[in-house]
């Protein structure tokens, strides 16, 4: 079984029934946000956002300039709800990486919402839960694990949270900086690692994309760490 690496699928709204769900949905404001638009939290008034279509990333920059990014957020994913209920803000940058719809409900809003849905409440928990947990095993990953590991593991994840399946096999809409970012690595050393990749004919990269021909090399490549483990 294969972690997707921070990607939680996990939505609050699971458990809920249809009423429940267009009772809170109808509390939260539509805001839109085009390719490269930026969110900036820990530097505007905390909120709770859910990503209704389309797809965004989470990350920060260095001191020495670098990115690191923390997850990739597709429909259904959440953020802001950390803030909210530590009281803690957590400096961080949230950008578009393509036409993007999101759901938001102000601090206050939200945390009227726990009290007044405890299902809400409990399931919010558990999507929380299981983003620690992802994102301490990715941490174990970036810190153990070689290069080339690293990679496999993330397409694997990515392919199946944002893959987008097509006649030439399963695309990433995800530049190789983008994934480099997520790795913790340069682009120069992840782009040569997709290269070697590309050689052997498992897949194919563009500009803005990677696309996974056979998942299977990346298959055997993650089940040897776990085996390793």
């Known amino acids: 079984m294969t972690v997707k690496w921070a990607l939680v699928k996990a939505s609050p709204f699971q458990g809920l029934s249809e009423e429940e769900k267009h009772d809170i949905l109808s509390?939260?404001?539509?805001?839109?946000?085009?390719?490269?638009?930026?969110?900036?939290?820990?530097?505007?008034?905390?909120?709770?956002?859910?990503v209704e279509k389309g797809m965004m990333k989470v990350y920060?920059?260095?001191?020495?300039?670098?990115?690191?990014t923390y997850a990739i957020l597709s429909a259904g994913d959440s953020f802001g709800e950390t803030t909210?209920?530590?009281?803690?803000?957590v400096r961080a940058t949230v950008e578009a990486l393509e036409p993007t719809e999101?759901?938001?409900?102000?601090?206050?809003?939200?945390?009227?919402?726990?009290?007044?849905?405890?299902d809400f409440a409990l399931a919010l928990l558990r999507n929380l839960a299981e983003r620690i947990r992802q994102s301490e095993e990715r941490v174990f990953h970036i810190s153990r694990l070689k290069l080339g590991q690293r990679v496999?593991?993330?397409?694997?994840?990515?392919?199946?949270?944002?893959?987008?399946?097509?006649?030439?096999g399963i695309e990433i809409h995800l530049t190789h900086q983008e994934i480099a970012d997520y790795v913790g690595a340069s682009r120069e050393a992840v782009s040569r690692t997709l290269g070697r990749w590309?050689?052997?004919?498992?897949?194919?990269?563009?500009?803005?994309?990677?696309?996974?021909?056979?998942?299977?090399?990346?298959?055997i490549i993650t089940n040897q760490m776990h085996t390793a483990a």
């Open 27 to 50: 509390r939260m404001l539509c805001v839109h946000y085009d390719p490269g638009e930026r969110l900036e939290l820990g530097r505007e008034p905390g909120g709770w956002w859910v």
């Open 60 to 68: 920060s920059i260095a001191p020495d300039g670098s990115a690191l």
């Open 84 to 89: 909210i209920l530590t009281g803690h803000w």
């Open 102 to 118: 999101v759901r938001y409900l102000s601090a206050d809003q939200f945390e009227t919402l726990l009290r007044e849905h405890p």
């Open 152 to 168: 496999a593991h993330a397409l694997i994840g990515l392919a199946q949270t944002i893959g987008e399946q097509t006649d030439a």
């Open 198 to 219: 590309v050689r052997k004919g498992w897949i194919a990269t563009n500009r803005k994309s990677v696309i996974i021909k056979d998942l299977r090399p990346f298959q």
